[in-house]
């Protein structure tokens, strides 16, 4: 986007106006004195290791899945095969988000959409299958379970797995996920236990990773959901370090396990790598040194080890087009350059198809290759903080940590990220900022290449979507029928029964969900014990 | 004169609503009045596009495309001279098969004026082509 006339201001997505340049003198106060702070000092803007990428490259780490637990098994091996460092399972949205096993009405009445974006998996045996020969034991795995009333289960099932093949828990190495900014903002579900009943889920599978499985990280925020849905990046930091009080203001309530341990725990988070590269690396400087500063002033931490905020990093999905989508691969690339000046620990691009479907496989492996090339051919590696000390960098960093601790405390000021999910306030801002962009793309005033100019009307699409396999919900129809007729009945029904009972207490629920897993009861038996115990979320927008 | 009414469902379990709130903020502003019934199965959505009597139906599809077009058929069953209208993440052949059964659809990248352009020839506030 270019102004009209050069002296108009331009403004940064986070509603900074931007100069034409940028002096020493521009840097605040507040900040120059962290200029001459090397990567691996407090407070960390920097970097968490001085020697960055040369010591340990990011993980490539790419979301994916479809159809039936085998075509997920396969998909996953195919990505590591091309160079994937760490793999993702991807749940199908209608039956794990809702919990409903796919004999459910909500999932008959759309049974075609079963299996379109994850893999269907109702019992352990569906995640043993999609699990079959991947390197658990050695690589870094993501369990799925995104969406909260979900993670219980999904994670119950991965480590059930884990403990079949005779894998030691304590030394598992992984991730959940249990996102609230999924969950309660960005992709609300039909059907979703409340927030308040969310939050002691996520407590419960802190404080069972902490006892169980110390390399596990048992919740991963996702900043990447709040500004993907239409949050600036100074919001998406905000509400992420907002929604990481919510987590540890309840783990230091119950007192149970060492604060520093929980803390360490939710240091693994995601944000979105958007096209803006000089903010968005900003935005991962910005976390880094707001973790660290979070836990010395909130909680009193100082262990330096605990204030390694570990980034997650998924290009924005949003900004892939459907006209032109080989362009996409530029996009792709270059969104994965502002999550590498910004010294993210792993990295998933978008798919160049990802306006038109899930994944192809092609698409799967440029994403890889696109990392690749990055990696290996372009020197970004070689040196750590790369954009430190630049006039530019350094203040837009400063400028964007003081925008983001602003939409903190607003936050706070009314009862926090639960309430202001509970209230609609979030979806507000995000539907507002949603409103502006599309409306300066509508206006002429911001441009998409391929979209608003440089059309293509002679070859308007040069691919189509990816479509997966057609028979998810026979297979999966007829493996719930399967697994209820040679479980042992007794013993299923037992652990349904010890659910709910544990639900209704405040005890935790995952020693029981392992018994759940493990006694074969399904995903929506499990759905069933939560609908009676917690009810339904009242969502704050209609969608 | 009555403002003309327009009834919006998503037909998957898919809760992503950027999209269609963006549109139905664009039709508000544009003087419809917008019912969203938001994820909605097709008995669902047949029921809700006659008790509201609206004069417009607008689908968000993420799903597969057998869903949404089993929608279409209801609707189009239940009420013979219902315009439809769609959009979402809907790949070019899936396109093909609504626009087949005389939907307007509009993939990403669609322009608010056009959608809203549409809507008014829908509801024959416009003849403009």
Known sequence: MRPKDPQDTVQACSDIPLKSYYTAEDIPDSHAERINVAPGEAPYHRGFHPSGYRSKPWRIFQLSGFGKPEDENERIKFLLKNGETGFIMEHDRNTADHCYNVDHPEVLARREDVGLTGAVMQSVRDTAICLDGLPMDTSFGHAGGAVVQHAPFALAAYWAVAKKRGYDLTTLPGTGQSDFNLTYLGCITKQQIPTDAGLRFNGDIIEFCTKHLPRWVPVSIAGYNGADTGLTPDQELGSLFANAVEYLDEIKLRGRIPIEVAARGCGGVSFRASIKIFEEACKMRAARLMWSDLLKKRYDIKDERVANLRIHCVTAGSKMAYQQPMNNLVRGALMAVSAVLGGVQSLGVSGYDEALSIPSEHAHQMSVRIQQILMEETGLTDVTDPLGGSYYVETLTAQLVEKSWAFFEEIQIRGGYLACLDSGWLHAKAEENQHKEFMQTESGEANIVGVTMAHDDSSPFEIDGFIGTDDAFDVALERLKEVKRTRHEKGAMTALKDLERVCRSSDNIMPVMMDCLEAEATLGEVGDVYREVFGDWRTPIQC | ?129
Request: proline fraction near 7%; aromatic fraction near 4%; hydrophobic fraction near 50%.
């Open chain 2, 1 to 129: 004169m009555k403002p003309k009414r327009i009834l919006m469902a998503k037909t998957g379990l898919d809760g992503h609503w950027r999209g269609p709130t963006i549109v139905a903020r664009a039709l508000r502003d544009a003087g419809f009045e917008v019912i969203m019934i938001g994820m909605a199965t097709t008995a669902e959505i047949v029921a809700a596009a006659i008790d509201e009597d609206v004069d417009l139906v607008g689908l968000n599809i993420g799903g597969h495309i057998d869903v949404a077009l089993r929608a279409v058929d209801a609707v189009q069953a239940a009420a013979p001279d219902m315009p439809i209208f769609a959009g979402g993440t809907i790949p070019p052949h899936a396109c093909k098969q609504l626009e087949a059964k005389g939907l307007e659809v509009f993939p990403p990248g669609s322009m608010l004026t056009d959608i809203v352009d549409s809507a008014n020839r829908l509801t024959g506030l416009s003849t403009a082509p």
